[in-house]
């Protein structure tokens, strides 16, 4: 951290008559900063793991960020221990446990002394419900992280299957679009992108690039900083910068847990029924779940009425009898919170 210390300290702010020290041809000797952002469920994790799969951005740092009480996404990424870990692929990871400054200034500070593996980009992912703007001015105007950093590009996952209503329902889902670089369509194998969402994403951005996500993607060509970023200011104006409240409004994260396996008819049975009567509000279910019989622990994913197939992890780290899932829902009042306990209780095989 002394070295990282003794460099801001030698930095002295310019007089108001000379050149700029952000001005563009310094950006080249600056670390890209790429944040990813979108709504929950529209395959933020998916696409990430892919990139971090990617032989070309193997010299990469990832700061990983989620909402609820239960911390999942890293795990859902690959396992991280401490507060910093370098992963199988050669990447940095780490979770964002305190404010996002802190968290870079520290991976700057230990690339620095050689602790960890040089990088050459950081990528931040954000929570679903995430405000970005926030992110993004860190970058851009914070002289202990501008100095050093560069904001690469806004990264915005939109899904294709339930964008048009959370673009509706969800003020977070349109200011994440609003501030893009690019937009990256998810889950066009299920869905084409109707003409109604285009426009709709054309009225809120019309200048951020717009690419379909699927197999064939080249993921190193996401991760090629912008010449010049898509209107954030015009993105502010439209959106008046609202801030994020920390329980967004009536949205509400539920943590179940089980310490015995669980039965795998009677879980599909709950989860059929948790669609039929919550999935209008049900935002988001991300889980680890042990089934009894079964040697390695399952992935469970949905967004409302969509939930995908179980995916077997036998790469993670988890516990032989652990089963946890976050449901992340609107206007959750504490006995149906209560009642959604008790039927996930009766699971336990």
Known sequence: MKSYARAVHCFAYPAMNSPSPFAADASDTKTPVFVLTGFLGSGKTTLLNRLLRDPALA?????????????????????????????????VCCALRSDF???????????????IPAFTRVVVETTGLADPAPLVHTVDANPLISHFCRLGAVLTTVDAVNAPRQLAEQWEARKQVALAD???LTKTDLVDASDELAARLAGLNPHAAVHRVDASSTMAELLLP????????????????RPISRVHGEVESL???????LDWPRLQQWLAELRANDGER???LKGVVRIAGEPDPLLLHGVHHLFHPPLRAPSIAWPAARSTLVLILRSLR????????????GCIA
């Open 59 to 91: 010299d990469s740092a990832v700061i990983v960020n989620e909402l609820g009480d239960v911390a999942l996404d890293h795990l859902l990424v690959e396992h991280v221990e401490g507060e910093v870990a370098v992963l199988r692929s050669g990447c």
């Open 101 to 115: 400054e802190s968290t870079l200034r520290e991976l700057l500070a230990k690339r620095d002394e050689g602790s």
């Open 182 to 184: 690019r937009l990256l």
């Open 226 to 241: 912008v010449a010049a970023h898509a209107v954030p200011a015009a993105a502010m104006g439209l959106l008046a910068g």
């Open 255 to 261: 943590v179940l847990e089980a310490e015995t396996p």
């Open 282 to 284: 049900l935002l988001r």
């Open 334 to 345: 504490p006995p149906e919170a209560d009642a959604l306990r008790a039927a996930f209780a």
